[in-house]
């Protein structure tokens, strides 16, 4: 399957238009994210997780955010699932990715991995190979919403208890490019005690999510505790969308409610 | 507001208790109003229960 995909980044880069693609490459055994700049090294191309969410996905959109502030003349090509393509359109209206600079090269889901995801749309527009999968049903939020509120609060409770605060959640998120971060300040989350102000800390995150979480799940992957943060920020995507009908990464051009501050 | 509140109903906490008015500083009696209802509905909704586990553990 990614024939297609080898062919179509060899003739983007044969033709010149871009200058490099960043995906992920196979070495021994190990799958890493690597930038393509010769045709002839495409042998090695690796496509990840293809059956199911597991250890060998990377924040590519945040590779790409630092490729291109080291080169922002140089027009580069990125691989991107559906969550990834969403990822990409919200870095573009917050200007921290130009839209004529990056070329995207898409893959779909299999409903497999669409399942375990929960996926709302398992496949980017800018599809060139693999399935366009079927959206998948939101049961873990369900889930969550079929507890009264004390029996919520106790979950939450025990979830975010174990937080280490190893700031994995927020250190793998593609979308979380601020310098300065809200968690680290000690007048807004308390600092210096583990586990992190308890819920305090991880819903100052989800309300930080608004209008940036794209739903790819790697802060959950990323999580040494194992803490359900993809059904919080998934709840936060639903009450944005239903509540103000804006849905994360869907369209370059519509902003999103909380999206104030206007960027020239 | 409207998100605040469903993301905190969503983590298990009453969401009546944060509520946010719009009172003029020269609508003293307004503001009075606002603040006394605020403390009924409060009082109605009983101890925060985050705060209660904090006494607990201490």
């Known amino acids: ?264 | 507001m409207t998100f605040l509140k469903k993301l905190l109903e969503f983590s298990g906490i009453h969401p009546e208790r944060v509520r946010t008015r719009w009172v003029s500083s020269a609508e003293a009696v307004e503001f009075v109003h606002e603040v006394s209802e605020f403390v009924e509905d409060i009082k109605k909704i009983g101890p925060n229960p985050l705060r209660m586990k904090a006494k607990e553990a201490a």
């Open chain 1, 1 to 264: 399957m990614s024939k297609k995909i080898k062919e179509h980044i060899s003739k983007l880069l044969t033709q010149g238009r871009i200058k490099g693609f960043l995906g992920l490459k196979e070495e021994n055994g190990n799958v890493m994210p690597h930038l393509f700049c010769d045709p002839k090294e495409l042998n090695a191309l690796s496509l990840g997780d293809w059956k199911k969410s597991g250890d060998t996905r990377y924040p590519l959109n945040q590779l790409m955010i630092r490729l291109t502030m080291e080169y922002p003349e140089e027009t580069f090509a990125v691989l991107v699932r559906g969550c990834d393509e969403r990822g990409v359109k919200e870095l573009f209206k917050w200007k921290q990715l130009a839209e004529d600079k990056v070329v995207l090269i898409g893959i779909g889901c299999p409903d497999e991995l669409a399942k375990a995801c929960e996926c709302e749309k398992p496949f980017p527009d800018s599809l060139i190979d693999g399935p366009q999968g079927t959206k998948a049903e939101n049961e873990k939020v369900a889930r969550v919403e079929a507890m009264d509120l004390n029996a919520r609060l106790q979950y939450w409770k025990t979830e975010f208890d174990r937080c280490i605060k190893c700031f994995g959640c927020r250190n793998v998120c593609p979308m979380c490019f601020c310098n300065e971060c809200s968690l680290e300040e000690d007048q807004l989350v308390g600092t210096g005690e583990v586990p992190p102000a308890n819920p305090t800390f991880h819903l100052a995150r989800a309300i930080h999510m608004v209008g940036r979480c794209i739903d790819c799940g790697l802060c959950e992957e990323a999580c040494p505790a194992d803490i359900p943060l993809r059904t919080l920020y998934k709840k936060v995507g639903e009450i944005i969308s239903k509540e103000f009908g804006y849905k994360t990464g869907f369209s370059v051009d519509e902003k999103s409610p909380f999206h104030i501050i206007e960027v020239k």
